[in-house]
């Protein structure tokens, strides 16, 4: 009984917290979904009509389903970048007898720097007009390639996803790096002395031994992916009151949501972004949990 | 290490805390008023003003606070429901005022200033509300949006600022065959899209005229007429930067204050930062002359309101509020206005301290017409600059019409929109 009040007493600061902090804003914005608002007065109970006017609305009907593409190509994008280049990467490195630590800090640095940061300098790297990436293709003779990268809807979100992707390198190669290191060594040798190229060490070994650890890059980049806002928001300009990128091409949910919550200044912002706020947390809630039973099934 | 961190911000924090406390808890009886704006830039000026003020109300103390702008919204709409908000604030124009009168946060001032009638009506109907139409705040300033262009880049071509369209068209053409990009536009930052649209191609539609039609219920948004202004940009596309849609404000404002633009539209607001650029611009002011088919046949200015100031409903000052509220509104602070904070004051007989927004405001005396979206097709969502500005974007982008753009601004308004 003396130890049960002990642990009480220790779990409580932690589960106020986490009351107060967590659980609390997530109901209150379930509850604001149900409403009609006013500013911020509530007006009456609106039942499902904030949910279904988010598919049923013009022009938010016209965004949703591009705005959700675009998230799923964001996430699409990252995630095999992290997977094959960061895993090529930390697999290097693993290798490389010397500057190992200095390298992995090098490719983490872009990592520890904000979104927006990232996203205001490379609108700065890539300008038409300032831009050193179109100057140094021009100066390379290959000035043909240069174009408004971020500026023509065919090229904006694959600049926007690899820009993302250089942003998030650092963290499968860190991860992967740890996961390399703590694989036994006489599992590749074993295969070795059979007689395996590095290859096929690689591929029927190490990668298998892998799979938890891209399983959870995959489920973190998903998460990163369904709220990911500052980077699009920094590299289209920083401004929210229109599907963002040229023609609404790099316009993802994060963005959509900031629009009706802030930019827009409608009366039932409250109502209509809480809504959207409640689907967003319930795809990313499911998803996340259902793939990560999978994989914890399948190791 | 880390806890001495922790007990060095927890020291930091107590010191602020007292320091606080000294500074409200002072045993002076002046009442002192808290003033939000939007504009962190202007607050040493407000600063210098406010003295003005002071002396004459030894009673009242005005402190300033300033949020970034793009935050305020967010940052007041949840102060004014809650202690700790402002007593008088600075209070966006047209329908983005709404919302707050809307949930009651706003007192209404009709009766209360008397000032007010220092104000023409047009100014008052920037801080009015639109269901009942009291006015809820002071005007503070207004923007007006033309082309500014470079008057030495004009002289070395032999170009004179354009009276007819095709003198306008024959100058661009002039200056893109010397390798100079005629009209320095953005179409990255799409809210100035529709400020194009109204500058160059205003007069197409009819301006004031076709507000008042279409405000009536007399034509909408897909009437001719308003569709053959938005094709005005596509006409001017080949004029404009080759990546426009790479390009934000600061992009053309630096590529017309180094020479490589000779042209600008921009806003009287822009006139400060295009001088910061370049300290040497020459420059000089125009309006877009009427295009082929235009129903009006002279330029017009397009201005609108920008701020007002408005009095918080649960403030506990009220009188000495208004007392502010009042000072406002005298040609005394709005000639400050126009001096300090580099502004077009709204007051009745104030000058602007520079010949070129003194340029720019007579323009709009002379000839006004609104920047439409903005001053009458905010007052629900989705907004109307929301929807033209997205349209346009994909219309300069080739995937849409100047029909389907009026047809989906039509479609947009008409949700919350009675004639």
């Known amino acids: ?63 949703l389903w591009p705005a959700f593409w675009h998230t799923m190509a964001f996430f699409a994008g990252t995630m095999l970048m992290q997977n094959t280049v960061g895993l090529l990467i930390a697999v290097l490195l693993a290798e490389l007898p010397v500057a190992r630590r200095f390298l992995r800090t090098v490719f983490t640095v872009p990592y520890l720097v904000g979104g927006l940061v990232v996203g205001y300098l490379w609108s700065l790297l890539l300008s038409p007009v300032f831009g050193p990436v179109g100057a140094g293709l021009d100066a390379m003779g290959l000035g043909a390639l240069a174009r408004p990268w971020l500026g023509d809807p065919a ?84 401004q929210g009151n229109q599907p963002t990128g040229p023609g609404g091409a790099t316009d993802v949910l994060g963005l959509l949501f900031y629009r009706i919550a802030f930019a827009e200044g409608g009366t039932n912002a409250i109502g209509q972004s809480s809504a959207l706020a409640v689907l967003l947390f319930i795809a990313t809630f499911v998803v996340a949990v259902t793939a990560d039973r999978f994989i914890r099934s399948r190791s | ?21 000294t500074a409200t808890g002072s045993t002076d009886d002046r009442t002192t008023l808290s003033l939000w704006s939007w504009r962190p830039e202007d607050v040493a000026a407000y600063e210098q003003i406010l003295d003005t003020f002071h002396d004459a109300h030894p009673d009242i103390r005005v402190e300033v606070k300033a949020y970034k702008s793009t935050e305020y919204n967010t940052i007041l709409s949840t102060g004014l429901t ?17 919302p707050l009168i809307d949930a009651g946060d706003l007192v209404p001032l009709d009766d209360r200033v008397t000032g007010l009638a220092n104000f023409e009506k047009s100014s008052l109907d920037g801080a009015r509300g639109k269901k009942d139409g009291k006015v809820y705040g002071v005007p503070l300033e207004m923007s007006t949006f033309q082309i500014y262009y470079d008057k030495d880049v004009f002289a070395k071509h032999q170009i004179e600022p354009p009276a007819t369209w095709e003198q306008m068209l024959a100058a661009a053409r002039t200056l893109q065959g010397a390798g100079i990009t005629p009209f320095a536009t953005a179409g990255k930052d799409t809210w100035l899209l529709p400020l194009y649209a109204d500058m160059f191609a205003a007069t197409r539609y009819g301006g004031p005229a076709f507000e008042k039609k279409v405000l009536a219920g007399d034509v909408t948004f897909t009437d001719p007429a308003y569709v053959a202004a938005l ?43 295009l001088k910061t ?31 007002s100031y408005g009095l918080n409903a649960t403030s506990e000052h009220q009188e000495e509020a208004l007392q502010l509220l009042q000072w406002m509104t005298t040609a005394e602070f709005g000639q ?36 439409l979206m903005l001053v009458d097709f905010r007052y629900g969502t989705p907004l109307g600059s929301d929807l033209q500005a997205a349209g346009l974007q994909k219309m300069l982008l080739g995937q849409q019409t100047a029909a389907e753009v009026a047809a989906d601004i039509q479609a947009g308004i008409s949700q919350w929109f009675r004639p």
């Open chain 2, 1 to 21: 290490m880390r806890t001495r961190t922790g007990f060095a911000v927890l020291a930091l924090v107590a010191a602020l805390a007292s320091a606080a406390c």
């Open chain 2, 336 to 371: 400050q206005v126009a001096d300090t904070l580099k502004q077009v004051s709204l007051v009745k007989g104030v000058q602007p301290a520079d010949p070129l927004l003194a340029d720019m405001v007579a323009a709009y005396r002379a000839a006004p017409t609104p920047y």
């Open chain 2, 277 to 307: 650029i370049n300290p040497k611009l020459n420059l000089g002011v125009f309006n877009a002359p009427p295009p082929p088919g235009a129903v009006v046949t002279e330029p017009l200015q397009v201005g609108w309101v920008d701020a």
């Open chain 1, 155 to 238: 090229t904006a979100l694959p600049t926007v996803i690899l820009v993302n992707a250089w942003h998030h390198l650092g963290f499968p190669i860190l991860l992967f790096g740890a996961a390399l290191a703590g694989l036994p060594p006489e599992y590749g040798e074993c295969a070795r002395v059979d007689g395996a190229t590095a290859w096929q060490r690689f591929r029927r070994v190490t990668l298998p031994l892998l799979l938890p650890s891209i399983g959870v890059i995959s489920i973190l980049t998903f998460l990163g992916s369904m709220n990911t806002f500052e980077l699009v928001y920094a590299l289209s300009g920083a």
């Open chain 2, 82 to 98: 809650r202690a700790g908000g402002p007593d008088v604030m600075q209070l966006r124009a047209y329908g983005g005022l709404q």
């Open chain 1, 1 to 63: 009984m003396r130890r049960r009040l002990i642990a009480f007493w220790f779990v409580l600061p932690a589960f106020l917290l986490y009351t107060v902090f967590a659980v609390y804003p997530l109901l209150s914005a379930l509850a604001n979904s149900f409403w009609r608002w006013q500013g911020t007065a509530r007006a009456g109970f609106a039942g499902t009509d904030n949910f279904t006017g988010l598919f049923t609305t013009f022009p938010l009907d016209q965004q």
């Open chain 2, 231 to 273: 094709d005005v940009l596509n006409q001017l596309k080949s004029f404009f930067p080759k990546d426009m849609m790479a390009l934000g404000e600061t992009d053309v404002q630096t590529l017309f204050a180094t020479g490589k633009a000779a042209m600008i539209p921009e806003g009287s607001f822009a006139l400060a930062p």
